[in-house]
């Protein structure tokens, strides 16, 4: 073989490969991967940005009760309830489903609470911490009232604030409620959290 034909043959399956490595890296960006989880869970992503925030921005919420798989689990921010059951590897058959509303928005740092079929606590964390402190994500106007400097008008707006926006990510955003500012804040701080 001569060395013209020889360069001409390297030269077109030089071609080809240029040629197959760019259908290759389109068909990877015309067809969006699954978003990897924690336990084996994905979730379908639309897009290639959608797939990188989804590996960026995670939360970590605790799962207990009567779930099979109880525990602190890693998720794409904006995911659900149901996505951390399925996670979480389901409920148990002592699970009481019908009052866990599983389309709510999970925030970092929480946890949520499966109860039992006749459970009296409910399914979720209660509104008074471990440490004795409210729960501004979890409390009623009722048990906001308890707090110094909020009466009932406060409270509600704080509900309803809450049931608008989500659930605080922050404690400070508490300031975003109308009527609540730096020194009712700092009266507060202390005596409120949002896990």
Sequence with gaps: MNKALQEKLILVILALLLICGGF???AQHRDPEFGSLQAGFTRQVNNPEELEQAETA???VHLVGA???PGVYHLPAG??????LEVGGGLTDEADAEGLNQARPLFDGEQIYVGTRGEAAGFEAPALSQEGKININRATAKELMTLPGIGEVRAKQIVEYRDKNGFFTDPRELMDVSGIGEKT???LADLITIY
């Design 58 to 60: 995670m939360i970590t």
């Design 24 to 26: 290759w890296r389109a």
């Design 79 to 84: 995911s659900r309830v149901y996505e951390l």
């Design 185 to 187: 804040y700092s009266n």
């Design 67 to 69: 779930v099979a798989g």
